[in-house]
């Protein structure tokens, strides 16, 4: 199984402030379609994990721009600057390249 | 919009089985991958497969591909989760989810499987 290491575990942040996220994966996560299948969910406390990015950097529905995916092979960072209350919780990446589809162990965002 | 609604969950005694379902609405079902994941209390995310629109093909994780088995109904707009011989290491919150080019991007509120004597 590909295996996905987030860093950092927990991220105090200021409201307002510059985070980023790291997702690093022990194989290449780009597909022989040509595709990167590396995507980032926000679960907020008590909720169900909701989709932000997809392959990498595309923003899903609703998603505001304060959210920016990067990266490439096997090293993906999640940018989110002017950090407000309702980004708060723990993020998780996910790799859909290889069977079985594998999430990183998560990053819990909260405030210093 | 598109909603995802589980149920079936509850208390369940050791070595027993248990059928999740999940009622899709607000998309076209037949058109869609499903998937399921699952969450141990205060844990991560674990994935454990996926079946396709005309359920030809179905994806598990290999360590539950012998336990759990994925079904779907598209006359009733269900995706289920069958599973059997639970230990406690099964207990956790059950999500469905649509896959939307390989990507699950709406899920559902999730249910939460106990299993217990």
């Known amino acids: 199984d590909v295996l996905m290491t987030q860093t950092p575990v927990s991220l105090p942040v200021s409201l307002g402030g510059q985070v980023s996220i790291s997702c690093r994966s022990s194989?290449?996560?780009?597909?022989?379609?040509?595709?990167?299948?590396l995507h980032w969910y926000l679960q907020k406390p008590g909720q169900s994990p909701q989709l932000l990015i997809y392959?990498?950097?595309n923003r899903f529905s609703g998603v505001p721009d304060r959210f920016s995916g990067s990266g490439s092979g096997t090293y993906f960072t999640l940018k989110i600057s002017r950090v407000e209350p309702e980004d708060l919780g723990v993020y998780y990446c996910l790799q859909s390249t290889h069977f079985p589809w594998t999430f990183g162990g998560g990053t819990k965002l909260e405030l210093k | 919009e598109v909603k995802l609604v589980e149920s079936g969950g509850g208390l369940v005694q050791p070595g027993r089985s248990l059928k999740l379902s999940c009622a899709a609405s607000?998309?076209?079902?037949?058109?869609?991958?499903m998937g399921w994941v699952r969450q141990a209390p205060g844990k991560g995310l674990e994935w454990i497969g996926e079946i396709s629109q005309g359920s030809s093909t179905i994806n598990y994780t290999p360590s539950l591909k012998d336990k759990f088995t994925i079904s779907r109904d598209n006359a009733q707009n269900t995706l289920y989760l069958q599973m059997s011989r639970l230990g406690s290491e099964d207990t956790a919150i059950y999500y469905c989810a649509r896959v939307g080019r390989q990507v699950f991007d709406y899920w559902g509120q999730g249910v939460m499987v106990t299993v217990s004597s």
């Open positions: 392959r990498v950097s």
């Open positions: 607000g998309f076209n079902f037949n058109d869609y991958w």
């Open positions: 194989q290449s996560l780009l597909h022989s379609d040509g595709n990167t299948y």
